[in-house]
């Protein structure tokens, strides 16, 4: 079934008046969009304080509406609605109904990261070389995960994650993965050797996603989440963090404390020239600090004193 579209560009400041107008006239769905996504002043939003909702300055405002509506009778009911908002710059076309979800699920393809970890959605063909008995394959549905190993930060992780493999240190092991997401890096470890892994997150979903996707995987018995504050205290000999640079520098102390003596760490979600700070902070529990690079995202990993 076929859609009519409205498109206008707006200020953050003006985004809830606009919504509630389009909402009000009959909107079937509304979305925002980064206005400057295609130029050199795209902003990235990273995963949200909790009950935070931030957006970009700038944005582009999407409403559908059933195809039979009259583009013309639905500005006026708008200006009506709000007429202190300025309708003058929207457009209209009609679109075609498809699943979007899984058209963009389409698009994902296969990814290796560093020998041996394959990360594969659900809808693809394992690839030739993830056809082996070494390789450790983590099967995601990359439209319902929190995370599907495209961003760096994911990518640091799981490289680290593989060499740690081949050089013996996650056989066997128990990983801590803080800030679970869907439970990527803590599916890979496990496919990697380690014997069990725990997911923490301050998402509930998360914790759903991450359990689905360990369920799916076959190793749903080796993984435990929980919520930060549920979480028993231990230690362990391998820990992941994937999560902002503020909340690095925040959770420093506990993190280390979950860090066995002689243990590895990895921190990520660092964007370049943030980790200078970070090595400053986690200092005075670990050795052997180092950084690796991509893009823009930087991961810091070091030994427990």
């Known amino acids: 079934m076929p859609y009519l579209e409205l498109s206008l560009r707006c200020s953050e400041s003006d985004q809830p008046r606009y919504e509630n107008a389009l909402e009000d006239v009959g909107a079937l769905s509304v979305t925002l969009l980064d206005a400057d996504a295609d130029t050199s002043n795209e902003h990235a939003i990273l995963e949200p304080g909790v009950g935070q909702t931030p957006l970009w300055h700038a944005l582009v405002l999407t409403a559908l509406f059933p195809a039979e509506t009259n583009a013309l009778a639905l500005l006026a009911a708008l200006e009506s609605f709000d007429p202190g908002l300025d309708w003058s710059n929207a457009s209209f076309r009609s679109v075609e109904d498809q699943d979007w979800e899984r058209a ?5 393809v296969p990814l290796r990261f560093g020998t041996r970890t394959f990360i594969v959605p659900w809808n693809q063909a394992l690839p030739d070389e993830a056809d082996s008995a070494d390789a450790a394959v983590v099967r995601l549905d990359p439209g319902l995960a929190f995370g599907s190993g495209t ?27 803080f800030g679970c997401g869907s439970g990527i890096l803590a599916l890979a470890a496990l496919k990697l050797g380690a014997a069990n892994a725990v997911g923490v997150d ?16 076959g190793v749903g018995e080796r993984l435990a989440v929980y919520l930060p504050q549920n979480e028993p205290p231990a230690t362990y000999p391998v820990v992941v963090a994937n999560i902002l640079a503020s909340a690095l520098d925040t959770l420093a102390e506990t993190l280390a404390k979950r860090v066995a003596p002689g243990g590895r760490i990895a921190l990520s979600g660092i964007l370049q020239g943030q980790e200078g ?6 200092a005075p529990w ?5 950084t690796d690079q991509e893009g823009d995202w930087m991961r810091i990993e070091g030994v427990r004193r």
């Open 202 to 217: 301050n998402d509930p979903q998360a914790l759903t996603a991450s359990f689905d996707n360990a369920e799916r995987n």
């Open 151 to 177: 961003h760096p930060t994911t990518a640091l992780c799981l490289r680290w994650l593989d060499r740690l493999a081949g050089e013996g240190e996650l056989k066997g092991a128990s990983v801590l993965d």
């Open 277 to 282: 700070e970070l090595l400053a902070r986690y």
């Open 104 to 108: 963009w699920m389409d698009q994902y």
């Open 286 to 290: 670990f050795d052997r600090l180092t």
